[in-house]
């Protein structure tokens, strides 16, 4: 047996999940193969099926054997061990990258119950390291977010902090699930300055909207939804009225900024962010020499630039899809941040991303995709 | 059987260790019952002989049935809730409080093996706070690091900073071992902010040294002794030249400057600093509603407020012990900070924490106990 006959396999986990289950897509596309690790607490097993649709009706080319799925808690390392060992290692395949998406991301949540978000952000990505360590992958991708910033309104002369840029060095962010993430980051940061073969890319969200172009898949959690927009598109079939958590925060209108990026722009950052990371390989003794902690480190900001307050989001909304929402506005909410808006620049020059479809897309993508899934729910009854 | 019949408890994690046992006399002396979990990575069980020892020689009054030790390693939950089940829910037996001193301690090594370093004092903090939870515990106190604090002279403004202040809003560590801590001190306050029947002192220890001023116990590590002091010691006794790390840095004489602090008073601070937990018990719905952050989290130094380069103490050592070291100036170590100095002005207000011993008392406790070790070590021949 070659080192050909051995088959390359992108892990990702949480890879039936909103970003995931898109970024699975993309790969596929790209003639890579895909096995996901998902353990189906916040996401649904049905969007296997929804990925093979879109990928039947787009690439019809493309076969089906390069995508595989488990399900299994990445808190349990023996678990994954027994899976890589059986499915992988026995069966001439290969795990040579990791873009881990798996996480909880309830900011009330993580106040109400820490414990439950260490457990399940920081352990898992440390189980994945030892994954790393045990079976030589080379290229991680990390699914960071924008929280790990922290309130910089908050901070002595706001201004020089916005947009947020990744070398920010003041990072406080300001609830437990911000602090996992910024941990894992951490974590990631030691592990990369231990071993010289091994790249990690940090990708940090800003808010990702939208739903795939053929509206056969998009966002599907198990829970109520918890961001703007699905809320805003749930209540415009409901007829329910939409609550804006604080109209008076120091914003040209009061409600909170952020900063919105297509799903389809998001998930395609992280197809650029592996082929830099490819590209890139191991670190040589002279890079090691030189004692640059970002020879193999990297961080990048996921997002459009562009900041729009919670109103500007409602006015789009109906503008786009020509539904009204009704809402009111009620006293702020805990942990959240007054504005949040990237600095693009470094992604731009270093993975050569730029966001190709905007908010009016994000809009009529999410409105085609919910109308499909209340359709689908209707003939299921 | 009424609540008076549950005898209580206090868990000493690492209780073998150099830190861990000089505080278990002091408890026991304060008539604490104490239970110790160690797995023996870094200490020995002959250390629990001479914990005994010392308190036969200094409190024969007391009895000894308040001592408990078990060998378990913290990474295991499920071994730790076989303990508690079996020798303290089935034996009226209660935990009230934790002091988690148990942790990997070599920033080299920490360096090279970051993922050792996230397991060992990562994992074995959250499982703590899992029996926190499962068994109603109430105050915890976390041996933590002037580490945390990073190398203040690399920001602008170094003097702002010095001595170094527990609400410093900076914190980054610069090397795996300094964000372990760092990030136990973040689910710490997260799990504070969660539960306000629980009270958590982070403990900042700057530089412990010296020994039992019975001289009949001190620091024992299983490997190669790691601080100043103790090579110091050792190197006294063997005839080898000390190597001291970095001669150029921006000090009075070129050499790295802490703030060392006599064993004596570092473990008394932990028995001001349970008392106070104890003192300030659960939190009241409103202190909750203040939303102060501060209410059942706390941070204080443990520090003698003085700083002292190496220089200084291979002097100081010579001056007490009428021992000559010698040394030689060898180029600086990866992850050294150049100075380390304590603000010790809210430990002194908040615990009543004063130190009672100096450095002399150090060396020459220090060097008693050293040459006890060895003469020890020879008889054992």
């Given at each position: 047996?070659?080192?050909?006959?051995?088959?390359?396999?992108?892990?990702?986990?949480?890879?039936?999940?909103?970003?995931?289950s898109?970024?699975?897509?993309?790969?596929?596309?790209?003639?890579?193969?895909?096995?996901i690790?998902?353990?189906?607490?916040?996401?649904?097993?049905?969007?296997?099926?929804r990925?093979?649709?879109?990928?039947?009706?787009?690439?019809?080319?493309?076969?089906?054997?390069?995508?595989?799925?488990f399900?299994?808690?990445?808190?349990?390392?023996?678990?994954?061990?027994?899976?890589i060992?059986?499915?992988?290692?026995?069966?001439?395949?290969?795990i040579?990258?990791?873009?881990?998406f798996?996480?909880l991301?309830?900011?009330?949540?993580?106040?109400?119950?820490?414990?439950l978000?260490?457990?399940?952000?920081?352990?898992?990505?440390?189980?994945?390291?030892?994954?790393?360590?045990?079976?030589?992958?080379h290229?991680?991708?990390?699914?960071?977010?924008?929280t790990?910033?922290?309130?910089?309104?908050?901070?002595?002369?706001?201004?020089?902090?916005?947009?947020?840029?990744?070398?920010?060095?003041?990072?406080?962010?300001?609830?437990?699930?911000?602090?996992?993430?910024?941990l894992?980051?951490?974590?990631l940061?030691?592990?990369?300055?231990?071993?010289?073969?091994?790249?990690?890319?940090?990708?940090?969200?800003?808010?990702?909207?939208?739903?795939?172009?053929?509206?056969?898949?998009g966002?599907?959690?198990?829970?109520?939804?918890l961001?703007?927009?699905?809320?805003?598109?749930?209540?415009?079939?409901?007829n329910?009225?939409?609550?804006?958590?604080?109209?008076?925060?120091?914003?040209?209108?009061?409600?909170?900024?952020?900063?919105?990026?297509?799903i389809?722009d998001?998930?395609?950052?992280?197809?650029?962010?592996?082929?830099?990371l490819?590209?890139?390989?191991?670190?040589?003794?002279s890079?090691q020499?030189?004692l640059?902690?970002?020879v193999?480190?990297?961080?990048?900001n996921?997002g459009?630039?562009?900041?729009?307050?919670?109103?500007?989001?409602?006015?789009?909304?109906?503008?786009?899809?020509?539904?009204?929402?009704?809402?009111?506005?009620?006293?702020?909410?805990?942990?959240?941040?007054?504005?949040?808006?990237?600095d693009?620049?470094?992604?731009?020059?270093?993975?050569?991303?730029?966001?190709?479809?905007?908010?009016?897309?994000?809009?009529?993508?999410l409105?085609?995709?919910?109308?499909?899934?209340?359709?689908?729910?209707?003939?299921?009854?």
């Amino acid at each position: 047996m070659t080192v050909a006959d051995i088959k390359p396999y992108v892990l990702l986990t949480g890879g039936l999940g909103y970003i995931g289950s898109h970024t699975v897509i993309k790969l596929i596309q790209r003639h890579y193969n895909v096995v996901i690790f998902d353990n189906l607490v916040n996401s649904k097993v049905e969007t296997l099926s929804r990925i093979q649709e879109v990928l039947s009706v787009e690439s019809p080319e493309l076969s089906n054997d390069g995508l595989l799925f488990f399900q299994v808690d990445l808190r349990q390392l023996d678990d994954m061990k027994e899976i890589i060992e059986r499915e992988f290692v026995g069966k001439n395949r290969r795990i040579t990258s990791i873009i881990h998406f798996a996480g909880l991301k309830s900011v009330n949540e993580s106040v109400k119950d820490p414990l439950l978000y260490y457990d399940y952000n920081f352990v898992s990505s440390l189980n994945l390291l030892k994954l790393v360590q045990a079976y030589q992958i080379h290229h991680f991708i990390f699914s960071s977010s924008a929280t790990v910033y922290g309130d910089v309104t908050k901070f002595e002369n706001p201004s020089e902090y916005l947009p947020l840029r990744e070398n920010q060095t003041t990072k406080i962010p300001i609830n437990p699930y911000g602090n996992t993430k910024h941990l894992v980051e951490r974590l990631l940061e030691d592990y990369a300055n231990s071993n010289p073969d091994f790249q990690v890319g940090i990708l940090r969200y800003f808010n990702p909207i939208g739903a795939h172009p053929s509206h056969l898949i998009g966002e599907d959690p198990l829970n109520e939804p918890l961001n703007l927009l699905p809320i805003i598109a749930n209540y415009s079939k409901l007829n329910k009225t939409l609550k804006v958590y604080g109209g008076d925060y120091q914003t040209k209108d009061g409600t909170c900024i952020r900063d919105y990026i297509h799903i389809e722009d998001l998930s395609r950052g992280h197809v650029l962010a592996l082929n830099k990371l490819e590209l890139l390989g191991p670190i040589t003794i002279s890079q090691q020499a030189e004692l640059d902690m970002t020879v193999n480190y990297h961080e990048w900001n996921l997002g459009k630039g562009v900041g729009y307050s919670v109103l500007d989001i409602i006015k789009q909304w109906n503008k786009s899809t020509g539904i009204q929402v009704n809402y009111e506005i009620v006293p702020r909410r805990d942990g959240d941040v007054e504005i949040l808006v990237a600095d693009v620049e470094k992604s731009e020059k270093e993975l050569g991303f730029i966001c190709q479809f905007d908010l009016k897309d994000a809009c009529q993508d999410l409105w085609g995709w919910t109308s499909h899934y209340f359709n689908s729910l209707k003939l299921e009854k």
